[in-house]
Structure formats: structure tokens, C-alpha cells
């Protein structure tokens, strides 16, 4: 179907069903967010091949070798809603604005605003710039590495419990302050564990506004990528992986 030309209307077809059910799901739960997030997320599986293929680093495999990368766009409620696979690696935030195009288009006009969470490996500061200046998308990530690094908390203010050993506060801070860079001043929610034997905090930086994600919402939008998205990943490696091994033992669907 996809060299027929036929995977972009099927694509669309399951996001316009898919968005739909699962804002619907969303809304009997009490995690209101879910009906305004977006899963993206990618990993990087090898390609057992003897022809010749794009490589790309396979953290599995710890080297460089033939790949396949599988990005995934997935409803608040863990919805797989638009898939793509190509050969070798692409950074995902290069993709990221492409990727939720697409889902615009198929959702069609007058949809709700969109939050999008991604891991920390999409927070470089073209990117943040890029939501910050866009009116109807939102993001929620992690600060992290360079970018995040030696950034002082800004107007920090009280902590609130969280869970059951953490605790949140709210605070800003200011990116993009080397020669040469825009800066960007950005919300950042802030989560520690008082008693922890490490006690780095990790830093939910977002776009969003507070009458959009509460200091908790932020947390917990960010938090459930594992249950929502990630797993699915997990699963989905298990499943290939097992079937690859009955190929090529001769007992499998592929004999």
C-alpha cells in the first residue's frame, strides 16, 4: 500500500477515527490533559539485512549499523495515530514540526490546542523557539544537558507535595544567553525527592500556561510518556525481536 501511494490517506483516515475516540476517552478521565497531548517519540531498532542500507547508531547493539527508526505520534490516552519508519537515523526534532503538520491536517480546523510531550533529546533551543512562537501547540519536555546546564531557577516558588515521596514548585528560566543566541524565558516546573541519594531536581521546562497545565499536569504529562507511549515501543521490540528469532529458526511466519 505504501509504494501504491495509498499510506498517507490511511494515515489520515485512522488520526481523523483515532483523535476523535480518544479525545473522548480523555474527557470521563481525570486527567483532563490527555485530550490535549501528543505523543512523539522515536527509536532506532537494527536491520538484519545483507543488502546494502542507511546505518545508524543502535543504542541496543551499542554500535553503528544497518537501522530502521520508527517515530511515533500517539493520542493523550496512548493512541498510535500516525506511524513512520525510515532507514537509518534522523534527529526527531528536525521531524517534530513536519510530523504534527500532518497530524494538523488530518484532525481538520477547529480542534483543541495541542500539547506535545517529547523526550529530553528534542529540547535544543531552535526548537522551544519555534512552539513558543506558535499560537495553537504547546511543549513539554526535560531540561537537560548543555542547554540546561548551570541555568539558575528564576522566581522560584513553594513546594507542593507530589506523589507520594516528591515534590513540585514553579519557577523560570532564561535560555539562549550566549553570544549570538535569542533569548527565551520559559516556565519551568521543577520535581525533587527531599530524602533521594541523588538529589539532582529535573526540570519540566513547557510553553504552556498555567491556566492550560497546572504545575501538576505538567508533571504528570511528562511522567506517563511510559505508560502511554514508551511501552508500546518496549512491546513492539519484544514482539519483532521474537519473531525474527522464529524466521530464522525456520519455525516462524516468515518460512
Same mark, same amino acid.
Given at each position: ?23 473522548r476517552w480523555?474527557?470521563?478521565?481525570? @486527567? ?6 501528543? /505523543?512523539? @517519540? ?23 549499523q544497518p ?25 526527531? *526534532?528536525?521531524e517534530l514540526?513536519?510530523?504534527? @503538520? ?21 529540547? /535544543? ?24 546546564? *548551570? ?8 513546594? #507542593? ?16 544567553? !550566549?553570544?549570538?543566541? #535569542?533569548?527565551?524565558?520559559? !516556565? ?33 504529562? /511528562?511522567?506517563?510518556?511510559?505508560? /502511554?507511549?514508551? @511501552? ?13 528469532? #522464529? ?9
Amino acid at each position: 500500500l505504501k509504494w501504491l501511494g495509498a499510506d498517507d490517506a490511511l494515515w489520515s483516515c485512522h488520526a481523523q477515527l483515532w483523535l476523535s475516540v480518544s479525545a473522548r476517552w480523555s474527557a470521563g478521565s481525570s @486527567d483532563a490533559w490527555r485530550q490535549l497531548a501528543l /505523543y512523539v @517519540d522515536a527509536t532506532n531498532d537494527p536491520w538484519w539485512t545483507q543488502r546494502f542500507a542507511t546505518c545508524g547508531k543502535v543504542s541496543r547493539t551499542g554500535r553503528v549499523q544497518p537501522s530502521l527508526q520508527r517515530v511515533v505520534v500517539s493520542a493523550g490516552p496512548g493512541v498510535p495515530i500516525l506511524g513512520e519508519v525510515i532507514s537509518g537515523h534522523r534527529h526527531l *526534532g528536525q521531524e517534530l514540526t513536519q510530523l504534527l @503538520d500532518q497530524v494538523d491536517r488530518s484532525a481538520g480546523p477547529g480542534q483543541v490546542r495541542r500539547i506535545t510531550v517529547v523526550d529530553a533529546e528534542c529540547c /535544543y533551543l531552535e526548537l522551544l523557539h519555534g512552539f513558543a512562537g506558535h499560537p495553537a501547540r504547546d511543549i513539554v519536555t526535560v531540561l537537560k544537558g548543555a542547554l540546561g546546564q *548551570g541555568k539558575e531557577l528564576l522566581l522560584p516558588g513553594p513546594w #507542593q507535595p507530589f506523589r507520594e515521596r516528591d515534590q513540585l514548585r514553579e519557577g523560570q528560566v532564561v535560555l539562549g544567553t !550566549r553570544p549570538g543566541q #535569542q533569548e527565551l524565558t520559559l !516556565r519551568v516546573v521543577e520535581m525533587a525527592r527531599p530524602d533521594s541519594r541523588r538529589p539532582q531536581p529535573t526540570r519540566f521546562v513547557t510553553t504552556a500556561a498555567v491556566e492550560t497545565l497546572s504545575t501538576r499536569d505538567v508533571a504528570e504529562a /511528562y511522567l506517563h510518556r511510559w505508560p /502511554y507511549q514508551e @511501552d508500546l515501543f518496549r512491546r513492539g521490540r519484544v514482539s519483532c525481536t521474537a519473531i525474527f528469532a #522464529q524466521v530464522v529458526s525456520g519455525s516462524g511466519p516468515g518460512t
